[in-house]
């Protein structure tokens, strides 16, 4: 679980690469030449961010050519027509059902073993999926013009706006159709309602520990040398004694919870020698232990089961002496009397043993495990969940599991307006590690938390954003480089709603940023825009490579800025394009970037683990890393 934690927070490097993009000092805009432009008029004060969309025909092209990107021209000139009868809510329920199988004998044909076309299947397969269950269900119940318009305009805003966009100002009108839905329409609503759930309302972030990790993360290893001295049987027993003991995990199967046995592996040797008149018996003991706990995590807490513990002890009588040593028959008579009455009494020394045993290492072990567990409980609801709850970003879900060799744990975080995730990609389960997988909404409902809306300067972004994720790993979090000059001169001025989103699309994060800009010194306004800034993460040759955004023609074009207020002109599209490449080329100064793939955990006790980024990819909305 610790492991899991630390994982979440290494993906807070994606938001420090945000911030990158948000530190350019003001001379990046004071070394502008573009003429002075200022806003047509400014924004009502009850703000429609939907008010500029294209018509429905227009957001299907451009999601069938984004689609289209990833899998080929040839590809395109079959799945624009195809897509526009599918969402055409003219067209006829046949034909657009027609629509829908051919789009499924299209991706048929895609190559499961490439990587693009892979992602590509499953982005088609999830918006036919929900098109269809819809139109087959307004075709059966003769649904009345009403209800076609809540459902048509339900498949549209989800299956290719969000698709596409990602924007919560998409989500919060699709989530208000599906609430309709379901008040008006219940009908319609149960035929479509079982698609939606798989496609938009699964976890969004799923963490899969390996037996030999979590076994890591809770082993320990003591030895204890002791004295004895108690009375047994009427003897006074004195002597020493050592135990070692090795603590490891076993994971267990169950579909309801994550459960594991912490097990103790132990072994007491002993060396005593029992006094009672008037004979002193030797002995040496070898007791092998173990001890069982069974433990469960349901994704918010740890519980527990009382711990059983099977002793196998067993004692040797090596010698004995008597007070008649030395005295010629009468001594070895003796001593061979004493050995022979310690030897039948073994297995009642044995039973006292393993009872003594019992009733030492088992209340020890309880409330050792106990106070671990407490701490632990009380770090996860006290820090981490109260700190998320605090954001509006403790997870509304969970789910949580476990095999004969791993334990997985799921939850969903978004707003309560939003979408969340469909399943992920599938990746094997590592042998030796933990595989945690991320859906882009997780990342988005992160960012919707730190409110970046209306004018701030580049040091309150800053500033919020290291003061959200010190508050959750308390920890000093700095993006700034000492004895930087803080920008007082220029300032973002993002859209109310969605001012920063992210796609994770293949091999690359999209920072989507709907902002304009202030120059205060100047007092220049740069209308706002929206910009598409692409940043490549990938893992290669043993090293997680950043790779910056182009700021060549084709580049700089890439970023698709696209005017979202007043009156959109020429000139303020190269104004925003010179804007861009201004900030990317401070920020991006030296190419590709290596990151170490390598990260420290701390175990406590200042010990430390290092897990290796093994595994690293970006598709269809998913990061997916595992560390071994």
């Known amino acids: 679980m610790k492991s899991a934690i630390v994982s ?57 050519a984004h689609l289209s990107d990833l899998a080929g021209e040839e590809l395109g000139k079959k799945l624009t027509p195809l897509l526009g009868t599918l969402f055409d809510k ?76 990602n924007r919560l100002a998409h989500t919060e009108i699709a989530r208000k159709l599906y609430d309709d839905l379901r008040k ?11 698609v939606y759930v798989q496609d938009y309302f699964n976890y969004n972030l799923h963490f899969v520990v390996s037996e030999p990790l979590l076994s890591r993360m809770v082993s320990d290893f003591r030895s204890q040398t002791g004295g004895v001295a108690e009375c047994i049987l009427g003897a006074w027993v004195t002597g020493t004694q050592v135990t070692d003991t090795m603590v490891r995990a076993d994971v267990r199967p169950s579909m309801t919870t994550a459960m594991f046995d912490i097990m103790v592996d132990g072994r007491t040797i002993s060396n005593t020698q029992g006094r009672k008149h008037p004979a002193v018996i ?15 995590f349901d994704g918010q807490r740890l519980t527990s089961s009382p711990a059983n513990m099977d002793v196998r002890p067993n004692n040797r009588t090596v010698g004995a002496s008597t007070k008649f040593d030395g005295i010629p028959i009468i001594g070895p008579i003796a001593r061979d009397i004493a050995f022979k009455e310690a030897v039948k009494k073994k297995g009642e020394a044995d039973a006292i043993a393993a009872r003594k045993m019992a009733n030492q290492a088992l209340p020890q072990f309880e409330r050792e495990i106990g106070s671990k567990f407490e701490e632990a409980n009380t770090n996860l609801q006290n820090n981490l969940m109260a700190n998320l709850r605090k954001r509006g970003l403790e997870p509304g879900q969970y789910s949580a599991r476990s095999s004969e060799t791993h334990i997985a744990v799921s939850s969903r975080t978004v707003s309560p307006i939003a979408l969340a995730a469909p399943a992920p990609p599938t990746t094997p389960a590592p042998r030796r590690g933990v595989a945690v997988q991320m859906h882009e909404s997780s990342m988005n409902a992160a960012i919707e938390s730190l409110d970046f809306s209306s004018q701030m300067s580049p040091v309150q972004v800053i500033s919020r954003i290291e003061e959200a994720l010190e508050e959750l790993m308390k920890k000093d979090v700095d993006f700034r480089p000492e004895g930087a000059e803080e920008d007082d001169k220029t300032d973002f001025d993002f859209e109310p709603k969605d001012g920063i989103r992210v796609r994770f699309e293949e091999d690359q994060v999209v920072f989507v940023i709907r902002t304009g800009f202030y120059q205060k010194d100047k007092d220049r306004r740069i209308p706002r825009h929206s910009f598409e800034i692409p940043v490549g993460l990938v893992l290669r040759d043993g090293q997680l490579k950043l790779i910056p955004p182009e700021t060549d023609t084709k580049g700089i074009l890439a ?11 020429l000139r303020s599209v190269i104004q925003a394009r010179s804007i861009a490449k201004e900030l990317l080329d401070k920020i991006f100064k030296s190419g590709p970037v290596n990151i170490d793939p390598v990260v420290e955990i701390d175990m406590g006790d200042g010990a430390r683990m290092k897990l290796r980024l093994t595994t690293f990819r970006i598709t269809d909305g998913w990061v997916t890393a595992v560390l071994q």
């Open 90 to 165: 003219a067209k006829s329920d046949d034909d657009r059902l027609k629509a829908a199988a051919e789009l499924k004998s299209l991706v048929a044909t895609l190559d499961p073993l490439d990587r693009r076309q892979e992602s590509v299947s499953r982005q088609i397969t999830r918006r036919v999926r929900l098109a269809e269950a819809a139109v087959m269900a307004m075709k059966s119940s003769a649904a009345d013009e009403d209800a076609r318009d809540i459902v048509n305009d339900l498949i549209v805003r989800t299956a290719v706006d969000f698709e596409y966009a």
């Open 184 to 194: 008006s329409h219940p009908v319609l609503y149960t035929a479509i309602q079982q």
């Open 282 to 296: 030797y002995t040496r003991g070898n007791h092998p232990f173990n001890i069982v706990k069974t433990t469960y």
């Open 559 to 569: 970023i698709k800025p696209q005017a979202i207020e007043g009156r959109s002109s």
């Open 8 to 64: 979440v927070f290494r993906f807070s490097g994606v938001v420090a690469l945000f911030a990158l993009f948000l530190t350019t000092d003001a001379r990046a805009f004071q070394a502008l030449t573009v003429p002075t432009i200022s806003y047509e008029e400014d924004p009502e004060p009850a703000f429609d961010p939907l008010e500029n969309d294209p018509p429905v025909v227009t957001r299907v092209a451009r999601d069938a």
